[in-house]
């Protein structure tokens, strides 16, 4: 016959175990927003001095040489590449729409 008793102790330890996982999950997220938030906050103004300078909004060159640069880091901390590439690529265009924006485009 085999023990079919349930461990209440190793439940408590695992849902402690989580509950510790999701609070780190839950700090990590709040950072990529704010980091994000400071990012977008310094693009508004390139945007801005792209506008006053009758600069084009996109510099294609530049974004292949971050996409590039930005694969070879993921590579490093052992972040799949392809979905480093998609969420730069994101925010790039994201970058474009507020730069058109603010050319009045």
């Known amino acids: 016959m085999t023990d079919t008793m349930h461990d209440p102790e190793s439940d408590l330890h695992a849902d402690q175990q989580l509950a510790a996982f999701r609070r780190s999950i839950d700090n990590i997220d709040?950072?990529?927003?704010?980091m994000l938030a400071e990012r977008f906050r310094i693009t508004q103004a390139v945007g801005q001095y792209k506008a006053k300078t009758a600069?084009?909004?996109?510099?294609?060159?530049?974004?292949?040489?971050?996409?590039a640069r930005l694969r070879l880091k993921a590579e490093e901390a052992q972040l799949d590449p392809e979905f480093?590439?998609?969420?730069?690529?994101?925010?790039?265009?994201?970058?474009?729409?507020h730069h058109e924006q603010a050319r009045g485009e």
């Open 30 to 34: 709040a950072a990529l927003i704010h």
């Open 55 to 67: 600069l084009p909004p996109s510099d294609p060159g530049r974004e292949e040489r971050q996409i």
């Open 84 to 97: 480093s590439e998609k969420f730069l690529r994101f925010i790039i265009e994201e970058v474009i729409r």
